[in-house]
T-cell receptor, first 109, second 118 residues
Framework: GQNIDQPTEMTATEGAIVQINCTYQ??????LFWYQQHAGEAPTFLSY??LDGLEEKGRFSSFLSRSKGYSYLLLKELQMKDSASYLC??????????WGAGTKLIIKP | GAVVSQHPSWVICKSGTSVKIECRSL??????MFWYRQFPKQSLMLMAT?????????EQGVEKDKFLINHASLTLSTLTVTSAHPEDSSFYIC??????????????FGPGTRLTVL
């Protein structure tokens, strides 16, 4: 079956760096997405990786290793507003998004 | 950037009534829209894929006669929850696929509709 694994919850300190990991097993691969979701709101798009390597976008970076079925989202210079759930999603061979359950990130002052 | 709107933002209804939720792509044409449901502290669950001008494709376990989807135009899809019951209370989110965005298959999400059935 298809499976996306990411930690349920992580805690980090304001100003620090945190890495959220995502491993996947899917039927086919057409890209991996990271979304941010604040409580009670819909997800917002953060990043898209389809080739191996690191994509940097401001304070956020996303890494992909297709051979390992692995990605991570790196958040630098954490701010309180970064407290949210971070969703990893993989697009399979049918171009459907397979979602992870999300990682709740708690930022402490 | 691509904007997707949903209406209403929240709705409270009595058990047995029907509720219609609209999803619109405001500045792009969306041949495909997706409807998701999300229960508290759980992942997004795809309910159905809606293609303009054709019948929606429902995921396993989703009752198509209960969750009616209509995608009559390239910018509008509607989800009607018929004969709603308290267990249908959830956060319903739509997304639209912008094939012309240049990035493969990015889905843009609406703000969601919180449905509470009493």
């Amino acid at each position: 079956g298809q499976n996306i694994d990411q930690p349920t919850e992580m805690t980090a300190t304001e100003g620090a760096i945190v890495q959220i990991n995502c491993t996947y097993q899917t039927s086919g691969f057409n890209g991996l997405f990271w979304y941010q979701q604040h409580a009670g709101e819909a997800p917002t798009f953060l990043s898209y990786n389809v080739l191996d390597g690191l994509e940097e976008k401001g304070r956020f970076s996303s890494f992909l290793s297709r051979s390992k079925g692995y990605s991570y989202l790196l958040l630098k210079e954490l701010q309180m507003k970064d407290s949210a759930s971070y969703l990893c999603a993989v697009m399979d061979s049918n171009y459907q998004l397979i979602w992870g359950a999300g990682t709740k990130l708690i930022i402490k002052p | 950037g691509a904007v997707v709107s949903q209406h209403p933002s929240w709705v409270i209804c009595k058990s047995g009534t029907s509720v219609k939720i609209e999803c619109r792509s405001l500045d792009f044409q969306a041949t495909t829209m997706f409807w998701y449901r999300q229960f508290p502290k759980q992942s997004l669950m795809l309910m159905a894929t809606s293609n303009e001008g054709s019948k929606a494709t429902y995921e396993q376990g989703v009752e198509k006669d209960k969750f009616l989807i209509n995608h009559a135009s390239l910018t509008l899809s509607t989800l009607t929850v018929t004969s709603a019951h308290p267990e249908d209370s959830s956060f319903y989110i739509c997304s639209a696929r912008d094939l012309l965005a240049g990035v493969i298959d990015t889905q843009y999400f609406g703000p969601g509709t919180r449905l509470t059935v009493l």
